[in-house]
């Protein structure tokens, strides 16, 4: 099956300070991706649709200032975390749905980084 | 907004059992799915309902989409400890459409 990759799989950072997260499809190419948030003991919840080459969407709720996403191929997107604060630390995880997919289960999910901020 | 039901909440089953969990929704989706999650990585598709009654296998798992589109089911059967982890249903309205995760079923296998 097709593989999604995410580095890094877990970061400590301060508290203020910007964190950057890697979503890779290693063996297809993805137009979209998707970036979810899950907390402890709850569901993925998702954050934004990131395309490749245009602006991310983002859901209800979340701060697109201070989620930046840039998806700038069609292997890459990157959600950078500006001014981390602790409530943000959470378990972000991509997904990434095939160029070539025809079904909805086409769309594969990266491993998850767990983001701690002090 | 769309929500999805999940329950049970958790289960904490003896090994060799069959399983049960099931998904509702107030609103009709025209793709349900199946994930497993271990902790500390991303879910894993074990199945996927592309047709309203469709029932399908995939080894000691079933599930069946239900007829109405709202609601769907996962069985495991003869549980092994390897089954534990979090379950949780997705439902698409489209291809393309984001997904959308009901709360999650926690299963515990006691050996």
């Known amino acids: 099956g097709a593989v999604v990759s995410q580095h890094p799989s877990w970061v400590i950072c301060k508290s203020g300070t910007s964190v950057k997260i890697e979503c890779r499809s290693l063996d297809f190419q993805a137009t979209t991706m998707f970036w979810y948030r899950q907390f402890p003991k709850q569901s993925l919840m998702l954050m934004a649709t990131s395309n490749e080459g245009s602006k991310a969407t983002y859901e209800q709720g979340v701060e697109k200032d201070k989620f930046l996403i840039n998806h700038a191929s069609l292997t890459l997107s990157t959600l950078t975390v500006t001014s981390a604060h602790p409530e943000d630390s959470s378990f972000y995880i991509c997904?990434?749905?095939?160029?070539?997919?025809?079904?909805?289960?086409?769309?594969?999910f990266g491993p998850g980084t767990r983001l701690t901020v002090t | 907004g769309q929500q999805l039901n999940q329950s049970p909440q958790s289960m904490f089953i003896q090994e060799g059992e069959d399983v049960s969990m099931n998904c509702t929704s107030s609103?009709?989706?025209?793709?349900w799915l199946w994930y497993k999650q271990d902790p500390g990585e991303g879910p894993v598709l074990l199945i996927a309902?592309?047709?309203?009654?469709e029932l399908t296998s995939n080894g000691r798992l079933t599930a069946q989409f239900g007829i109405t589109r709202k609601d769907s089911f996962l069985n495991i059967s003869a549980s092994i400890p390897s089954d534990v982890g979090i379950y949780f249903c997705?439902?698409?309205?489209?291809?393309?459409?984001?997904?959308?995760f009901g709360a999650g079923t926690i299963l515990r296998v006691k050996s």
């Open positions: 309902l592309y047709k309203a009654g």
């Open positions: 997904s990434a749905r095939d160029l070539e997919g025809r079904a909805s289960d086409e769309q594969y």
């Open positions: 609103s009709i989706f025209n793709t």
């Open positions: 997705a439902g698409q309205l489209r291809y393309g459409n984001k997904l959308v």
